[in-house]
Protein backbone atom coordinates (compact mmCIF):
# COMPACT_ATOMS: atom_id res chain seq x y z
CA UNK A 1 0.00 0.00 0.00
CA UNK A 2 1.54 3.11 -1.11
CA UNK A 3 1.54 6.08 1.26
CA UNK A 4 -0.39 8.60 -0.59
CA UNK A 5 -3.25 5.47 0.04
CA UNK A 6 -2.83 4.94 3.79
CA UNK A 7 -5.72 6.11 5.33
CA UNK A 8 -3.47 7.51 7.83
CA UNK A 9 -1.97 10.07 5.77
CA UNK A 10 -4.95 10.88 3.31
CA UNK A 11 -7.59 11.20 6.56
CA UNK A 12 -5.52 11.73 9.70
CA UNK A 13 -8.20 13.64 10.94
CA UNK A 14 -10.21 10.46 11.00
CA UNK A 15 -7.81 7.33 11.19
CA UNK A 16 -5.42 7.26 14.16
CA UNK A 17 -3.03 4.55 14.59
CA UNK A 18 -3.21 2.80 18.50
CA UNK A 19 -0.92 -0.51 17.97
CA UNK A 20 1.25 -1.74 15.25
CA UNK A 21 4.30 -4.15 15.36
CA UNK A 22 5.25 -6.68 13.29
CA UNK A 23 1.95 -8.40 12.72
CA UNK A 24 -0.61 -6.28 12.35
CA UNK A 25 -1.39 -2.81 12.35
CA UNK A 26 -4.90 -1.68 14.44
CA UNK A 27 -6.53 1.71 13.15
CA UNK A 28 -8.97 3.60 14.89
CA UNK A 29 -11.72 5.06 12.80
CA UNK A 30 -14.17 7.89 14.04
CA UNK A 31 -16.62 10.29 11.77
CA UNK A 32 -19.44 12.47 12.05
CA UNK A 33 -22.74 12.55 10.42
CA UNK A 34 -21.68 14.25 6.80
CA UNK A 35 -17.85 13.52 7.17
CA UNK A 36 -16.38 11.92 3.72
CA UNK A 37 -12.68 10.17 3.10
CA UNK A 38 -9.98 10.66 0.29
CA UNK A 39 -9.56 7.56 -1.70
CA UNK A 40 -7.67 5.22 0.58
CA UNK A 41 -6.59 1.70 0.56
CA UNK A 42 -6.83 -0.93 3.14
CA UNK A 43 -5.12 -4.44 3.16
CA UNK A 44 -6.86 -7.66 4.81
CA UNK A 45 -8.47 -6.71 7.88
CA UNK A 46 -11.12 -7.76 10.44
CA UNK A 47 -13.22 -4.88 11.30
CA UNK A 48 -14.86 -4.22 14.69
CA UNK A 49 -17.75 -1.71 14.96
CA UNK A 50 -17.98 -0.02 18.36
CA UNK A 51 -20.96 2.09 17.15
CA UNK A 52 -24.31 1.53 14.60
CA UNK A 53 -23.55 3.47 11.42
CA UNK A 54 -24.79 4.10 7.83
CA UNK A 55 -22.30 4.81 5.41
CA UNK A 56 -21.76 5.50 1.33
CA UNK A 57 -18.73 3.61 0.08
CA UNK A 58 -17.26 4.46 -4.06
CA UNK A 59 -14.60 3.36 -6.06
CA UNK A 60 -14.48 2.98 -9.32
CA UNK A 61 -18.18 4.14 -10.45
CA UNK A 62 -19.47 1.33 -8.26
CA UNK A 63 -21.33 2.89 -5.24
CA UNK A 64 -22.78 0.89 -2.57
CA UNK A 65 -24.18 1.94 1.05
CA UNK A 66 -23.60 0.10 4.16
CA UNK A 67 -25.65 -0.32 7.60
CA UNK A 68 -23.90 -2.12 10.16
CA UNK A 69 -24.69 -2.63 14.01
CA UNK A 70 -22.43 -2.03 16.59
CA UNK A 71 -20.65 -4.64 17.98
CA UNK A 72 -20.43 -6.57 15.01
CA UNK A 73 -16.88 -8.20 14.04
CA UNK A 74 -16.60 -8.36 9.84
CA UNK A 75 -14.04 -9.61 7.74
CA UNK A 76 -12.48 -6.93 5.08
CA UNK A 77 -11.00 -7.82 1.75
CA UNK A 78 -8.16 -5.47 0.57
CA UNK A 79 -9.53 -2.67 -1.25
CA UNK A 80 -9.64 0.63 -2.13
CA UNK A 81 -12.32 3.29 -1.30
CA UNK A 82 -13.92 6.67 -0.53
CA UNK A 83 -16.98 6.77 1.73
CA UNK A 84 -19.09 9.16 3.37
CA UNK A 85 -21.45 8.90 6.70
CA UNK A 86 -25.03 8.94 5.14
CA UNK A 87 -26.57 8.54 8.71
CA UNK A 88 -27.11 10.44 11.78
CA UNK A 89 -24.90 9.05 14.21
CA UNK A 90 -20.72 8.95 14.47
CA UNK A 91 -19.03 5.88 12.95
CA UNK A 92 -16.53 4.60 15.42
CA UNK A 93 -14.73 1.78 14.26
CA UNK A 94 -11.19 -0.46 14.44
CA UNK A 95 -9.33 -1.99 11.53
CA UNK A 96 -6.98 -4.90 12.41
CA UNK A 97 -4.86 -4.71 9.21
CA UNK A 98 -2.86 -7.83 8.62
CA UNK A 99 0.52 -7.51 7.53
CA UNK A 100 2.43 -10.02 5.09
CA UNK A 101 -0.64 -11.02 3.64
CA UNK A 102 0.02 -9.71 0.07
CA UNK A 103 -3.44 -10.15 -1.24
CA UNK A 104 -4.59 -8.52 -4.42
CA UNK A 105 -7.40 -5.60 -3.84
CA UNK A 106 -10.64 -6.90 -4.19
CA UNK A 107 -13.50 -5.75 -6.26
CA UNK A 108 -15.61 -5.65 -3.68
CA UNK A 109 -17.05 -2.47 -1.69
CA UNK A 110 -17.06 -2.26 2.36
CA UNK A 111 -17.09 -5.52 4.85
CA UNK A 112 -18.32 -8.89 4.26
CA UNK A 113 -21.90 -9.90 6.05
CA UNK A 114 -21.66 -12.55 8.85
CA UNK A 115 -24.83 -13.96 7.25
Same mark, same amino acid.
Given at each position: @????? #? +????? +???? =? *??? %?? &? %? ?6 ? #?? $?? #? =??? +???? $???? @???? =?? /? ?10 ? #?? %?? $??? &???? !???? *???? %? ?8 ? /? /? *? &? !?????? +?? =? &???? $?????
Amino acid at each position: @MSNIQ #D +PTRTD +PNLY =S *VVL %EN &E %EVRVLRYH #DR $PG #D =STH +PHAH $PNSV @MITM =SS /FQRRLRNDGKEV #DV %EI $PAG &EVRW !LDAQ *VHHG %ENIGDTDTIT /F /F *V &E !LKGTHA +PV =S &EALG $PQSNA
